[in-house]
């Protein structure tokens, strides 16, 4: 029960009990619990919250401040604050006489996380990851797994490791109602008994009894009346029979006996071998004693040890309680196996970091989501084992990247798919480099997609890669912590001390090159999936993953998942055009330079991009075929094998101005605004019906329509020098028509007063 201040008394070696008094500053963060309970969770009877701060007080003794937790008062030594921070699990502070500082004894605090059902969640977890390096393993079919023997040895770090993976399997409520399920209905079987029936009652002899009736031993008479008298004077007065009898001393049985026994024997094991009053010895006393509670059962009584397993027994595959234990036995051996170095994060020293346990539990879901949306054969399972000296080794830990990679193969489509752990995009690269513009970011996890048949380095280059980065968040209680709420609903900001975690999310999405998304995980029931336009990508947002309801929040990431690997498959995007788009503006080191008035950027205008802005430049003839050109609003240029004839490319299908200059007139300022139509063909009886005012020389032409019929104002007046243009001849070439960009045009704009000409 939670106090304002609790006293706490606890034992120093030879001293007696020192009294410690501890004063929550934030109320309901202190509580004690029982020291049955204590030991059944393998805690301390001081409760703490991680987060919080404590003020204590200990006469004649000093709080060692080694873990960084302890800060002395600079007035009394004997008095200061205890401030766990982020930490999880048990604490041992070491209790120093102020006289001498000479150790008199050690104080354990147990520093809870803030999230109620931490311990379940830090349970389940552990299970799953253990379920998951099975699966590892399992996979693997190096000849270096099928060699290592399953050995609880090593040194102390080594054999927690491996313990604590065993301990969540068989610790967890699905194993005890197992064994619970067992003792209470187990399989039985019928055996044959040989016993003595007095002779007189049997009533059907079987041939064995027969031949018993001609022996002589312990033989009694037959009365003369009987009918058998005159046959047989003498019969046995008992006779040798089977019975049949219910027995539970079944092969299925005898293995539940022998698993039993087996994790018992391990349990004992790491107890004689951890150190006295260390959490390893305490759960593995208690694990001991729950096995020898349940080998105890009068039922395992009678039944023998096993000859032979039988693996094969389709009562142990699937019999409700006989399956679970079987399943957690083949598992034992292959946890056994395992070393983690990520388990240094987690829980050396007494910790239980449930938040760091969760960044690897959402690791191996995301891992399992992927694998089967994205249909991938894991590549590269040797980067998550690799052998060491203690037998296999799960790479995975905070700081180092780990990468799987395969294919994603569809008729229509084949892709490249790599998921990271903690990978690093570097900050300060020059586009168009992998990384960050800014400074490094390195995001919990990161899938990564693009095109087979190029390497990522050219992907990123040619803008063809897109990554997805998701960040783990366990101690976050709702979403809007960390993503906010608009004020118009309401509601508050985010606090700020979320707000970081709010800009990283945002920093992820802007600062890191071809990122498409970057959304949080977290143990909540809020999900939020902000789009940046029309598409599932690019977005940012939240997803809930809780280790207790994983199936249920796992449906919802994994169908965002199959959106996102459609939306990958679609060449039409939003998404895709977008990207191309960068690709092409980026990929000239050098940007050109417009410094001319020109038609604002919006409404009709709003495609005016000078280098995508086409003008057709022609020729005309004479007064008469401009007058024409004005009153007809048409321009017609030949078309066929004769030189001078205009090919249709790309930039005369974007052409939106036609400039019209004579040969004696290369300054011009005759701008004319076309139809968005685009150019038709016409023959030359087309023309002749228009009252073209000269005898057209070709079979057919490509015809223009003008906006306007008359010199367009969106240039206000300018005028350009046709023969410094690059694709202008000169001498009979001068009447070639041939297009060019807006760009390059208004590089030979003739400088006018009052309008700076940069370009010069």
């Known amino acids: 029960m939670a106090q304002d201040q609790e006293t706490y008394r606890f034992p120093l070696p030879n001293l007696g009990k020192a009294e410690i008094q501890i004063f929550p500053e934030q109320r309901g963060s202190l509580s004690l619990i029982s020291s049955a309970d204590a030991q059944e969770w393998g805690e301390s009877e001081i409760q703490l919250i991680e987060g919080c701060s404590y003020e204590y007080s200990l006469d004649d003794y000093i709080l060692d401040d080694a873990f960084g937790v302890v800060k002395k008062s600079s007035i009394n030594p004997c008095q200061g604050r205890i401030q766990p921070k982020n930490y999880v699990g048990t604490i041992s502070i070491r209790v120093l006489s102020q006289a001498n500082h000479q150790v008199c004894g050690e104080l354990k605090l147990e520093v809870r996380s803030i999230k109620l059902s931490y311990r379940d969640h830090y349970r389940q977890m552990l299970s799953d990851i253990a379920d998951s390096c099975n699966e590892l393993i399992m996979q693997a079919n190096s000849p270096l797994v099928q060699n290592i023997e399953p050995l609880f040895s090593g040194d102390a770090k080594t054999l927690y490791q491996r313990f604590a993976f065993l301990k969540s399997v068989i610790d967890a409520e699905e194993f005890t109602q197992a064994v619970q399920k067992i003792i209470s209905a187990p399989v039985t079987n019928w055996k044959n008994?040989?016993?003595?029936?007095?002779?007189?009652?049997?009533?059907?002899?079987?041939?064995?009894?027969v031949r018993q009736l001609c022996s002589v031993g312990n033989s009694i008479m037959v009365p003369e009346a009987h009918p058998l008298h005159y046959v047989l004077e003498r019969v046995p007065s008992k006779l040798n029979c089977m019975t049949k009898s219910s027995t539970v001393d079944t092969p299925e049985n005898r293995f539940i006996k022998h698993a039993l026994n087996t994790f018992l024997s391990i349990c004992t094991e790491v107890s004689m071998k951890a150190k006295p009053h260390t959490r390893l010895r305490n759960e593995a006393t208690q694990l001991a004693q729950a096995m020898e509670k349940y080998l105890n059962n009068p039922i395992f009584r009678e039944i023998a040890q096993p000859r032979i397993i039988p693996?094969?027994?389709?009562?142990?595959?699937?019999?409700?309680?006989?399956?679970?234990?079987?399943?957690?036995?083949?598992?034992?051996?292959?946890?056994?196996?395992?070393?983690?170095?990520?388990?240094?994060?987690?829980?050396?020293?007494?910790?239980?970091?449930?938040?760091?346990?969760y960044e690897y539990w959402v690791y191996f879901r995301l891992l399992d989501m992927i694998t089967q949306v994205f249909k991938v054969k894991s590549e590269d399972i040797q980067h998550l084992l690799s052998s060491s000296q203690d037998g296999l080794n799960l790479s995975l830990k905070q700081g180092k990247c780990v990468a799987v990679k395969g294919l994603y193969e569809t008729p229509t489509r084949t892709l490249n798919v790599e998921f990271s752990y903690n990978r690093t995009f570097s900050g300060n690269q020059d586009y168009p480099k992998a990384g960050s513009w800014t400074n490094s970011f390195r995001p919990d996890y990161t899938l990564s997609v693009w095109p087979y048949g190029i390497s990522q380095n050219i992907a990123e280059i040619e803008e063809t890669i897109v990554h997805i980065h998701f960040d783990a968040k366990y101690r976050v209680k709702d979403v809007f912590d960390i993503l906010g709420v608009d004020s118009n609903d309401g509601l508050a900001l985010a606090t700020a001390a979320k707000d970081q975690d709010l800009l990283k999310m945002h920093a992820y999405r802007d600062a890191i090159r071809r990122t498409a998304g970057a959304y949080v995980i977290y143990p909540g029931d809020t999900i939020l999936n902000k789009r940046g336009f029309h598409e599932v990508i690019p977005g940012l947002g939240a997803f809930t993953l809780n280790p207790g309801f994983r199936d249920l929040d796992e449906e919802a990431i994994r169908s965002f998942m199959k959106d996102v690997a459609g939306h990958l498959l679609n060449r039409a995007t939003q998404r895709e055009k977008i990207a191309l788009k960068t690709y092409e503006v980026y990929k000239d080191v050098k940007s050109k330079s417009v410094y001319a008035p020109m038609p604002v950027l919006t409404g009709v205008n709003r495609g005016m991009i000078p280098d995508e802005i086409y003008v057709l430049v022609v020729w005309y003839k004479d007064f008469y075929h401009k007058r024409w050109v004005e009153q007809s609003g048409y321009f017609n240029v030949r078309t066929g094998l004769k030189r001078g004839s205009l090919a249709i490319t790309p930039q005369l299908a974007g052409t939106k101005y036609l400039l019209l200059h004579s040969t004696n007139e290369l300054k011009s300022g005759n701008i004319y605004r076309l139809k968005d139509e685009g150019p038709k063909i016409w023959s030359k009886d087309d023309l002749i019906q228009r009252r073209y005012p000269h005898a057209p020389s070709a079979d057919f032409y490509l015809v223009f329509s003008l906006a306007e019929k008359k010199v367009s104002q969106d240039f206000q007046n300018q005028s350009w020098d046709i023969s410094k243009l690059g694709d202008y001849t000169g001498f009979r070439g001068s009447a070639f028509p041939f297009a060019v960009s807006m760009t390059d045009l208004m590089k030979v704009r003739v400088p006018q007063e009052g309008i700076p000409n940069h370009e010069r």
């Open 311 to 357: 693996l094969n027994s389709p009562i142990l595959q699937r019999k409700e309680g006989y399956r679970e234990v079987f399943r957690v036995w083949l598992m034992y051996d292959l946890a056994s196996r395992i070393t983690w170095d990520g388990g240094e994060d987690v829980y050396s020293g007494g910790k239980k970091n449930v938040a760091v346990l």
């Open 193 to 209: 008994e040989e016993t003595q029936k007095d002779s007189r009652s049997v009533r059907r002899f079987s041939r064995s009894q």
